[in-house]
C-alpha cells in the first residue's frame, strides 16, 4: 500500500522560511499530480499547492508567491519551500495526490508560526 512520510515541519517566527518533505512509496509516484494540503485547528484540510508529473504548478490564493512545490521523481518525493511565513500558516501539513482519491494519509508535518 502508499505510505506517504512529511517531515521538515517546525517551529518558525513570522517572515521566516520552511522546507517541506514529502516521500512516497508503494506507488509509481511520477505518474500523479500531487499536493501540499493544510488543516489548521478547528478548520477543514485545505489544498494549497499542487504539481503535475510535468511540473505544471497551481496554488492557492492564500499562499500565491510565498510558496513553491517541485518534485523529485526519481526519489518520489514532493517539496514545499515556504516564505514569508505568517501566523495563519499555522497548521499540520500533508501530501497527497490531488486530488485526493484513495491515498491515506500521512502523518503529516506541524508547521507553527509564531513570534
Known amino acids: 500500500q502508499v505510505q506517504l512520510v512529511e517531515s521538515g515541519g517546525g517551529l518558525v517566527q513570522p517572515g521566516g522560511s520552511l522546507r517541506l518533505s514529502c516521500a512516497a512509496s508503494g506507488t509509481i509516484f511520477s505518474i500523479y499530480t500531487m499536493g501540499w494540503y493544510r488543516q489548521a485547528p478547528g478548520k477543514q484540510r485545505e489544498l494549497v499547492a499542487a504539481i503535475t508529473r510535468n511540473g505544471n504548478r497551481n496554488y492557492a490564493d492564500s499562499v500565491k508567491g510565498r510558496f513553491t512545490i517541485s518534485r523529485d521523481n526519481a526519489k518520489n518525493t514532493v517539496y514545499l519551500q515556504m516564505n514569508s511565513l505568517k501566523l495563519e500558516d499555522t497548521a499540520v501539513y500533508y501530501c497527497?495526490?490531488?486530488?485526493?482519491?484513495?491515498w491515506g494519509w500521512g502523518k503529516g508535518t506541524l508547521v507553527t508560526v509564531s513570534s
Open positions: 497527497n495526490t490531488s486530488p485526493h482519491t484513495s
